[in-house]
């Protein structure tokens, strides 16, 4: 079963930014508490759906997290199963009730991810339905600035200009952001993989990931991969 919905909110339109996350950099702003990019600072901004966030800012706020002590690229998301439950049983349009279940659920999965794409697309959804149209509008600004921080550190179409991401289901994600259904995915290298997508309309052929990031922690115990063959907004769950 698969369930598409049309999220509704306006997002904010970022300022154009493009490079590559330089570690030394990263690490050098987000700790300086003089920096705009403090991240504390900035996390607080985010939480709170402050809209001015700029691209820049997500910049930072993304490729800072991985310095985090709560970065745990393998940790599962808490609200996973509640989400499944709630869109196994509430058919394609959940109550105002099973929606502000989706929400509690996705807040807790942003406390062990708070840069999920499908989550906060999700949320954003189930704000629609509640009618809260400030809390959609802040949670789609937060979507479009998650994926434009990962397609703005490469240009995801060679293997020395990927697209770096803090979990390897933020590639499915971005890729199913752009309308696409990925076909394989290749290693290519120690820190690259291609994922390749199935024909297209816009001729696309794939995208090079970086995920050296996920392996800065140890893994600690055995991944699950899960298919729960649902998709909000085409962006599977």
């Known amino acids: 079963m698969r369930l598409l919905f049309a999220i509704t909110a306006v997002v904010a339109t970022f300022t154009l930014w493009a490079a590559p996350p330089v ?22 901004r985010y939480v709170a759906g402050d ?10 706020l993304y490729y800072g997290y991985a310095y985090t002590p709560e970065y745990d690229a393998h940790a599962e998301l808490p609200g996973e199963s509640v989400m499944y439950d709630v869109l196994r049983s509430s058919g394609p349009r959940p109550s105002k009730e099973e929606a502000e279940a989706l929400i509690e659920a996705g807040r807790r999965n942003m406390a062990v991810d708070p840069f999920n794409p499908a989550n906060v697309n999700m949320m954003t959804w189930a704000y629609g339905i509640i009618g809260d149209t400030v809390a959609m509008r802040a949670s789609g600004a937060r979507f479009r600035g998650i994926i434009g921080a990962i397609e703005s550190s490469g240009t995801g179409l060679r293997e020395n200009s990927p697209w770096h991401i803090l979990r390897f289901s933020h590639a499915n994600d971005v890729v199913a952001e752009r309308g696409l259904k990925i076909a394989n995915r290749q290693v290519r290298s120690r820190t690259v993989e291609y994922i390749q997508v199935e024909p297209n309309p816009q001729r696309v052929k794939g995208f090079f990931f970086n995920y050296d990031r996920i392996y800065w922690k140890p893994y600690q115990g055995e991944r699950i991969t899960k298919d729960s063959n649902w998709e909000i907004n085409g962006i599977p769950l």
């Open 23 to 44: 570690e030394d950099d990263v690490v050098a702003r987000t700790l300086d508490t003089e920096s705009e990019f403090y991240y504390p600072a900035l996390m607080a």
């Open 51 to 60: 809209e001015t966030l700029t691209g820049e800012d997500y910049h930072y």
